[in-house]
């Protein structure tokens, strides 16, 4: 059981960190010398220059998408603490999965909306291609989907 536990923890850790690293690092989108994510542009030619990232209708719902996704993983993580410690034997852990299930699907639904829209933001061009921060959020979605379905089926043991 404390095996099972660890993992559990280990996975849930992985998902929080990939979250936080495609939430905040600026490679969602990259051409040469240019980067962009939800909140800035950066140009790293000589002089290494970030300027404010639009203000689309779009690009807002994919920067609370990826706010909620976090919120929702660290309070999923918190209320597993809490319900390792307080839940009786045989309970199961359905809050701590469906707050991690939501994280999941916030993530998918910012990565998604970015996927459709980000042409209307900068053009298409054959040497813009998507940056590693946006990968990590495609991968942080089913691993929070698989994270929160174990929560939910897992029951505590003594």
């Not at 807002?60 to 996704?69: N, R």
């Not at 916030?106 to 996927?115: E, H, K, L, P, R």
């Not at 946006?134 to 929560?151: K, T, V």
Request: proline residues 1%; glycine residues 6%.
């Amino acid at each position: 059981m404390l095996l099972l536990l660890l993992g559990i923890i280990v996975l849930h850790v992985t998902v929080l960190v990939l979250l936080f690293v495609s939430t905040i690092v600026s490679q969602w989108l990259v051409k040469g010398e240019y980067a962009a994510d939800l909140w800035q542009n950066c140009t790293t030619g000589n002089v290494f220059q970030c300027l404010a990232s639009s203000s689309n209708e779009w690009l807002q719902s994919v920067q609370a998408m990826m706010i909620l996704s976090v919120i929702f993983s660290v309070l999923s993580l918190f209320l597993f603490f809490c319900q390792l410690f307080t839940l009786t034997k045989g309970g199961r852990f359905y809050i701590t999965g469906v707050f991690q299930i939501l994280a999941g699907l916030c993530v998918m639904s910012g990565a998604a909306i970015f996927t459709v829209r980000h042409t209307d933001w900068h053009q298409a061009s054959e040497n813009t291609s998507y940056g590693f921060a946006y990968i990590l959020a495609w991968l942080a979605f089913p691993l929070a989907l698989a994270s929160g379905i174990i929560y939910v089926i897992l029951r505590k043991r003594e």
